[in-house]
């Protein structure tokens, strides 16, 4: 049996987007729902690619498809508050790349949810493996932690 997850500290974490919350971001019992904890995930993650221009969502010859994700719920989010999104990374791969992701309310020390998911990077047209490029390699050891 695994131990149990634990909520991580902002040190655990070498890259931090500032995800802000919408009023449909929450559910009824009025905190972010559990499924938007991964589209918050996806955004950060993504985020980070374009800002270091590794990552053309509309016309790159390599994009990145979602093969596997998990998440440990710690707190409650909420609708108006800011999201601050943590990335690291776990394995670089020949065309894949585990993402662990912290999510923490804002100044939070503590994350409200961990978890992570693993991109394998594919042509776009055949969708098929791709070894992941020099400069793509090189964005992601930005984000190891040693």
């Known amino acids: 049996m695994e131990p149990r997850a634990q909520a991580q500290d902002r040190s655990a974490y070498a890259h931090f987007n500032?995800?802000?919350?919408r009023?449909?971001?929450?559910d009824m019992y009025g905190h972010v729902n559990?499924?938007?904890?991964?589209?918050?995930f996806d955004t950060a993650v993504n985020r980070y690619l374009i800002d270091a221009g590794v990552?053309?969502?509309?016309a790159g010859e390599v994009i990145?498809?979602?093969?596997?994700?998990?998440?440990?719920?710690?707190?409650?989010?909420?609708f108006p508050k800011n999201v601050e999104a943590g990335i690291r990374v776990a394995h670089i791969g020949k065309s894949s790349v585990r993402y662990e992701i912290g999510l923490f309310d804002e100044?939070?020390?503590?994350?409200?949810?961990?978890?992570?998911?693993?991109?394998?990077?594919?042509?776009?047209?055949?969708?098929?493996?791709?070894?992941?490029?020099?400069?793509?390699?090189?964005?992601l050891q930005a984000l190891r932690l040693v």
């Not at 009023?23 to 929450?26: A, G, K, R």
């Not at 409200?112 to 070894?131: C, I, K, L, Q």
């Open 55 to 58: 990552l053309d969502i509309h």
């Open 23 to 26: 009023w449909l971001d929450n």
């Open 34 to 40: 559990n499924v938007t904890y991964y589209s918050y």
């Open 107 to 139: 100044g939070a020390l503590l994350s409200a949810a961990s978890g992570h998911f693993v991109h394998v990077y594919v042509d776009r047209a055949t969708r098929r493996p791709v070894a992941l490029p020099a400069n793509f390699v090189e964005a």
């Open 18 to 21: 500032t995800i802000t919350t």
């Open 64 to 78: 990145g498809l979602v093969i596997e994700t998990h998440c440990n719920y710690f707190a409650s989010l909420s």
